[in-house]
């Protein structure tokens, strides 16, 4: 099983390229690609962001595993599970199994989420640190702000942009420091996606009628 899952992965781990001292691999350039329309299709509100965040999970998946960045590689496996129950909630999710629209969360929703957040890293970096992680803090650190900010977006929360640019901050410098330079890029892009991201969902929320995108 493991001879057969190697075989299948080592195309994607293949260098097809170098930028300074990133041997960029398909899987990270598929990653680059995925993701930057992913976040661009969650912007504008469009449900088949989950299916193309599914396949970025799986390309970033490979490639953390390379990197040996477990918590980023285990928040992958998640991703899809989330990804998939995202896509059921945006479709049924809201009253009478109507779509959901975009609302803000409340201050107690808010509350739960940044607790949560806290006592995750706390407990991901004592795992991480016994699991000799590259960088066990600011692995734990984004894997929790990533969770919440999922959470977030799966109820089509405004709030979940506030995350995800929280974990953009520090995942950018981080894949720098890892030489994952073509991903820090995107991830540069992911950033700036997320603040065009907050303002549009804003711009809809103030809106008395949502029309939902498919």
């Given amino acids: 099983m493991n001879a057969m899952l190697g075989s299948l992965v080592a195309p994607l781990n293949s260098v097809i390229f170098v930028l300074g001292n990133d041997r960029v691999t398909w899987a990270e350039l598929l990653g680059f690609v995925t993701g930057g329309l992913c976040v661009y299709l969650t912007v504008r509100g469009r449900i088949a ?3 193309v965040g599914i396949a970025n999970s799986a390309f970033f998946f490979v490639l953390f595993l390379a990197a040996a960045l477990w918590a980023d590689a285990g928040l992958q496996i998640l991703y899809i599970v989330l990804g998939f129950v995202g896509w059921w909630q945006w479709l049924y999710g809201g009253a009478s199994r109507s779509p959901r629209v975009i ?14 957040v806290v006592l995750a890293t706390a407990g991901l970096y004592l795992l991480l640190r016994s699991l000799n992680d590259s960088a066990p803090f600011l692995d734990a650190l984004t894997t929790s702000l990533s969770l919440a900010a999922q959470w977030l977006l799966n109820t089509k929360r405004i709030e979940t942009w506030w995350f995800w640019i929280a974990a953009d901050v520090v995942y950018i410098p981080l894949y720098a420091w890892k030489g994952l330079l073509l991903t820090a890029i995107v991830y540069v892009l992911f950033l700036a996606l997320c603040v065009a991201g907050l303002r ?4 809809a929320c103030a809106e008395p009628v949502h029309a939902e995108a498919r």
């Fill in 49 to 51: 962001n989950f299916g």
């Fill in 103 to 116: 609302q803000s969360a409340g201050k107690h929703e808010i509350a739960w989420c940044l607790a949560c």
């Fill in 200 to 203: 549009a969902w804003r711009t």
